[in-house]
């Protein structure tokens, strides 16, 4: 049988059509190459991104921070009450902890949700969450983490 045979065959016809070639008789094709890296999907890649970029520029400018560790949990292990935190600092152990889903969640940009507003803010309330995180464990006010105040 010729493949242009194929779509005039019969209920009555005993081979079945082959699955591996598509419409026109050529097998599917993918591309030739791939990007190097994965793209990043989910929302923890994104959200593990920013907090990792936001630490580096920090410990770059602070060498206080350099033996901080940050780490990323999605929510706290016991109750708080009614307020969810949105880090936790063990000076002990030279560690923050930040909370996705309560800096994801709860944040607000301008009064909008941060689940409801673009890249850009969400990347913001993130960064926003860490610098306040590093300004609370080093005791100092937010604003003067940046490299133009340093020490």
Do not use: C
């Not at 010729?2 to 591309?31: F, I, L, N, V, Y």
């Not at 926003?128 to 590093?134: E, I, M």
Request: without cysteine.
């Amino acid at each position: 049988m010729k493949w242009w045979d194929r779509a005039r065959r019969t209920p009555e016809d005993p081979r079945p059509a082959s699955a591996r070639h598509g419409r026109h008789g050529r097998a599917g094709r993918s591309a030739l190459t791939r990007p190097p890296v994965p793209a990043v999907g989910s929302r923890f890649d994104r959200f593990d991104m920013t907090v990792t970029a936001s630490v580096d520029f920090l410990r770059g400018a602070w060498p206080e921070l350099r033996p901080v560790r940050f780490e990323v949990a999605s929510m706290p292990l016991h109750d708080t009450g009614a307020d969810v935190p949105r880090w936790s600092i063990d000076r002990e152990k030279n560690r923050i902890l930040i909370y996705r889903v309560p800096v994801e969640r709860l944040s607000k940009a301008h009064g909008v949700p941060l689940n409801r507003t673009d890249e850009y803010h969400r990347r913001a309330l993130v960064e926003g969450a860490v610098f306040r995180a590093a300004a609370e464990y080093l005791g100092v006010d937010p604003w003067d983490l940046g490299v133009d105040d340093l020490h």
